[in-house]
């Protein structure tokens, strides 16, 4: 498979996992707002804005790998 290809089904994968993510991540955070004070909330969104991108490395190094 070309780079190309990769780098073309890679950013379907991507674009589903932020927005699976994204829903899973403001659900997860509105459950629990209610019973956090203010800074566990902004630690919380702090948090999930970083940590998405981890899982991804995997993605991004097949994607960018040499034909």
């Known amino acids: 498979m070309n780079t190309r290809t990769r780098k073309a ?3 379907f994968v991507l ?3 932020l927005a699976i ?3 899973l991540a403001a659900g997860l ?3 629990l707002a209610p019973r956090a004070p203010a800074w566990g909330e902004l630690l ?4 999930a804005g970083i940590v998405w ?7 991004f190094t097949w994607m ?3 034909e």
């Open 64 to 66: 960018n790998r040499p």
């Open 29 to 31: 955070g509105a459950a």
């Open 9 to 11: 089904i890679g950013c």
């Open 15 to 17: 674009l589903a996992y």
């Open 44 to 47: 919380y969104y702090a948090l």
């Open 53 to 59: 991108i981890f899982p991804l490395r995997p993605l």
């Open 21 to 23: 993510y994204a829903i």
